[in-house]
């Protein structure tokens, strides 16, 4: 069970604007900045946002995170069918004597 | 062009250790830390742990330590990472990830390609 929660499933048309939620707690997306990364089926995951809401270059500007408290959003504008893929935020838990770098459960999107 | 060229793919029994090497090109080794990110076959992401190429300190996971051993030879820009007394659930993809040149970044842009470590008697 992941430390943080996303929805396993998520679903838009073309153009549309979807978004994935992420929660955490107070020792994880609390005190610390979110990654999200996308995976297609059978490759390394690629990274699309880094520090909440910063976009790696060469990511397309339809892609746009967002962080509130303990919960953290990815937003997908204009959608399109190669977006079809798994998303996963991830940051920092702070709750152990060791910081361990934490991965959500994925959310699969689906692009009708 | 920044890589990293990982080992192929291994087949070990229950209790065995097993090591993957990821080969670091197109930038400067010491100045960006590496993390072990694997997966589970159809399951998710899940991180091992981080060692900074520069000085060879690394950080496990909770899960792994005790289990895990990330090491680095500066002279061939290799980080290899070592799992022992395996098990079936161990049966993933390994990935490596370059991090930031600061401890406090996550995995970023740059992957390898992964490795099957399929733990089967």
């Known amino acids: 069970q992941s430390v943080l929660t996303q929805p396993p499933s998520a679903s838009g048309t073309p153009g549309q604007r979807v978004t994935i939620s992420c929660s955490g707690g107070?020792?994880?997306?609390?005190?610390?900045?979110v990654y999200w990364y996308q995976q297609l089926p059978g490759t390394a995951p690629k990274l699309l946002i880094y520090r909440s809401n910063q976009r790696p270059s060469g990511v397309p500007d339809r892609f746009s995170g967002s962080k509130s408290g303990t919960s953290a959003s990815l937003a997908i504008s204009g959608l399109r069918s190669e977006d079809g893929a798994h998303y996963y935020c991830a940051t920092w838990d702070d709750s152990l004597s060791s910081p361990d770098w934490v991965f959500g459960g994925g959310t699969k999107l689906t692009v009708l | 062009q920044v890589q990293l060229v990982q080992s192929g793919a291994e087949v070990k029994k229950p209790g065995a250790s097993v090591k993957v090497s990821c080969k670091a090109s197109g930038y400067t080794f010491s100045t960006y830390y590496l993390h072990w990110v694997r997966q589970a076959p159809g399951q998710g992401l899940e991180w091992m742990g981080i060692?900074?190429?520069?000085?060879?300190?690394?950080s496990y996971a909770q899960k792994f330590q005790g289990r895990v051993t990330m090491t680095r030879d500066t002279s061939t820009s290799i980080v290899y990472m070592e799992l022992n007394s395996l098990r079936s659930e161990d049966t993933a993809v390994y990935y490596c990830?370059?991090?930031?040149?600061?401890?406090?970044?996550?995995?970023?842009?740059?992957w390898g390609q992964g490795t099957l470590v399929t733990v089967s008697s």
């Open positions: 990830a370059r991090g930031g040149d600061q401890y406090g970044a996550g995995p970023k842009d740059y």
């Open positions: 060692i900074n190429p520069s000085g060879g300190s690394a």
């Open positions: 107070s020792s994880d997306i609390g005190n610390n900045y």
